[in-house]
């Protein structure tokens, strides 16, 4: 009697996707194929149904748990699959007593929801980083972004229980822990005293001296704080790596978008990071061809790889997500969505090489996610010329680099 898990989209869902493990096993779930989906693209949910069929095809007898995003937002869709038995909500998915239920689709009002319950579990099977969930849900609306109605409003767990997860993690053996959410720089919102992202590392780290390396998951360039800023700057078990949420170099498009930041405050944030943290290495999310953005606005996000000097990219050609007021804006056609999602990769690619061939005849300290292969504290691929400790944290010489990452001999 198997448990498979399969899981799409962010950090957050890896993470809920251990908790779901654990309360599936405790309730004698076996023979069962748990799909935890994503919606932030119409790609994202296509790879999920396209996951479905594949499970039902190679087990007919396997009972099909359908969870995630979109099926919270859309639960009578992904019911309908042939082979799905169940529907979880997001929230459902997270309690004990939704995998006792019997029950075909069990998914509330997660708008409704003012607080969010903290989880821990002992590890990550065969993951070597840890991702830790601090904050789930956002109160802002982005026009192209569903995922506040698939998540709810933000909540955020308080300290003590993040600190008591990652010591967990770290008697378990894990060198590196991820800070997950949806929206992570609205840390702190909601609990007593207001306390901010950045007091919430500081004041982690402190609590768990014994962790080496904490990490952050993608947050706002306009939303951080001073704590987190003086941390950047100091406290050197912080990795030397921020993902920005960016999206657009534009500011019309940005403003069409209802982001929280102009271009000029991504410029400013990766000035502050390099200055503060001189190697430090910066990613990006980035939307191609948003409804009525011209060449001359592509040209400014184009700009804007090199402007603020941004190491990694994550790219999207823009997806209409029914029920945004994006979607209702007349669409790009999606040939030119493409070939600007390509040209932006193309930029990224070109900057991210630049950066690896720069890295050759250092030392770096890199964690092992295989025997083979890992990523250092600037979140470059490393890929090792003899084998290694999957999970140890190794002190390599880079020795070579291409597009794809640098190379390196253990000392």
Known sequence: MSLDILTFGCRLNAFESEVMRGHAEAAGLGDAVIVNTCAVTAEAERQARQAIRRAHRADPAAKIIVTGCAAQIDPAAW?????????????????????????????????????????????FGTRARAFIEVQQGCDHRCTFCIIPYGRGPSRSIPLGAVVEQVRTLVANGYNEVVLTGVDLTSYGADLPGAPKLGQLCRRLLAAVPDLPRLRLSSIDPAEIDDDLWRLLESEPRLMPHLHLSVQAGSDLILKRMKRRH????????????????????????????????TEAHFAETLALVDDAGLDYLHVFPFSARKGTPAARIPALPMAERRARAARLREAGARRAEARFRAMTGTTVTALAETETAGHTETFAPIRFSAPVTPGALVTARITGADATGVTAGAE
Not at 79 to 97: D, F, H, M, Q
Not at 267 to 288: Q, S
């Open 79 to 123: 019911s309908s699959i042939e082979g799905v038995a169940r529907v979880l909500g997001n929230a459902e998915k997270l309690t004990p007593e939704a995998w006792r239920s019997e029950a075909p689709v069990l998914v509330a009002d997660i708008m409704q929801l003012r607080q969010t319950a903290a989880h821990l579990i002992e590890g």
């Open 262 to 293: 102009l271009r000029h405050h991504v410029i400013e944030a990766a000035a502050r990071a390099r200055a503060l943290r001189p190697d430090i290495a910066l990613g990006a999310d980035l939307i191609a061809g948003f409804p009525t953005e």
